[in-house]
């Protein structure tokens, strides 16, 4: 039963992981920032929809990723108190 725990945690953590490398990655990606010039150029509106799902999305996966390992930390050690 434990093991299994261990494993949900484990995979909370890589989960977080990797939400804040794919934040990273959208911030820095020279091909999003050229499609969405394109589509601005090509019309306003689909750039600026472009624009504000990316914000979205990578803002998403930011609060995930250092939201996840905050509380999961805090409850891990709110149990470990409360045993000891």
Known sequence: MKNKQYLKILGLYIISIFCI????????????????????????????????????????LLLIGISVPIILTFLLL????KHN
């Open 78 to 81: 709110k149990k470990k108190i």
């Open 21 to 60: 490398i794919t934040y990273f990655l959208l911030s820095n990606s020279e091909s999003i920032i050229e499609f969405n010039q394109k589509a601005d150029n090509y019309r306003i509106d689909y750039g600026f929809f472009f624009f504000i799902l990316t914000g979205l999305v990578k803002y998403v």
